[in-house]
């Protein structure tokens, strides 16, 4: 399980992600509230955003 958001309304989502095992990735952009839920920080829009973290799950399944 992979969530991603950069907003206060995400941090329930990335606490069930974490808590069950998946992973949590908060946009460089995000409040540093949302920040410090998430299990990892991605850069923002401008730093290439999402794709670091879609690119290691694509490593990971093989693709």
Avoid: C, H, Y
């Amino acid at each position: 399980m992979l969530v991603a958001g950069d907003g206060r309304n995400d941090v329930g989502m990335f606490e069930w992600a974490v808590r069950i095992g998946g992973r949590a990735a908060a946009m460089g952009q995000a409040p540093d509230e949302v920040k410090a839920v998430a299990g990892e920080l991605t850069g923002d829009m401008i730093e290439g955003g999402l794709a670091p973290v879609l690119d290691s799950v694509a490593v990971a399944s093989g693709v």
